[in-house]
């Protein structure tokens, strides 16, 4: 009865080196203990049409609105063909990024017009049952020169990872604009703490909301 209203689609956001994929795996086992069906999933990526398409957008140059138009075309088959199939057969579903992160990086990393980036997410998100939105976003906040030094010969850098550090200062700063519009759905992670200290902080969300 607890889990009936806790949240199915999770969305986990922040810079690039914040934590997000340490903690997506913690997370998926604990569920899994309390009797969840897990599904682990990514973005870009997440089929092998948009695992085809992350290739292509973390290699290539390409323009902004490339970019964007790219990214929104590996959600979109990605929401069709995992995500609500998923969410309908009531699986939780934690997703590595997701929309907000096309705000931070392409809007406010790139300094792409959010307004057609909000007319691409309505057309893009909207399925038989609606408007996707997810239920839950952990932002997991960290400053660029944290991340970067975590980040610093762990895995060669992809093309976002290669940008310079005002690159991600914009999208930290606009993950901060994305969390203010939407308090109710983004819940901040203080990811500068060490790995036992953001895991308690997730941990403490996900039972606040009920989920074991
Ligand atoms: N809280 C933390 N403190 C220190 N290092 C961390 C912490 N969380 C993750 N790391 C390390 O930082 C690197 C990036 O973490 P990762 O989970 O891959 O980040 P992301 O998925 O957000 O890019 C990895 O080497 C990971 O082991
Ligand atoms: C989903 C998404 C990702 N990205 C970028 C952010 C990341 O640098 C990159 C890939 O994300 P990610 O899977 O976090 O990379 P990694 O596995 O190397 O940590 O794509 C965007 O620019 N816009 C988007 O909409």
Redesign the pocket.
């Known amino acids: 009865m607890k889990t009936k209203h806790a949240p199915l689609f999770i969305t986990f956001e922040g810079?690039?080196?914040a934590g997000?994929?340490t903690h997506i795996a913690t997370l998926a086992q604990r569920l899994r203990e309390a009797g969840r069906t897990v599904r682990v999933t990514?973005?870009?990526?997440g089929t092998a049409l948009a695992e085809r398409l992350?290739e292509l957008?973390?290699q290539e140059p390409m323009d902004a609105l490339t970019?964007?138009l790219l990214?929104?075309a590996?959600?979109r088959d990605h929401l069709v063909r995992v995500i609500e199939p998923a969410l309908a057969a009531g699986e939780v579903v934690l997703c590595?990024?997701?929309?907000?992160?096309?705000?931070?990086?392409?809007g406010y990393?790139?300094g792409f017009d959010l307004v057609v980036l909000e007319t691409l997410e309505r057309w893009v998100q909207t399925t038989g049952t609606g408007l996707r939105q997810p239920d839950l976003t952990l932002w997991f906040d960290v400053p660029p020169a944290t991340a970067a030094a975590r980040l610093a010969g762990a895995?060669q850098p992809?093309?976002?990872?290669a940008e310079p550090l005002a690159f991600f200062e914009r999208?930290a700063a606009g993950y901060a604009r994305r969390a203010a519009g939407s308090p109710e759905r983004v819940v901040r992670i203080d990811a500068v703490q060490d790995v036992a200290g953001v895991w308690a902080q997730v941990e403490a969300v996900c039972r606040q909301r009920g989920m074991w």
């Open positions: 810079i690039d080196g997000k994929s990514r973005e870009p990526g992350r957008l973390l970019e964007a990214m929104f590996a959600r590595d990024r997701f929309t907000d992160a096309t705000f931070a990086y392409q990393g790139r895995r992809d093309k976002f990872e999208v």
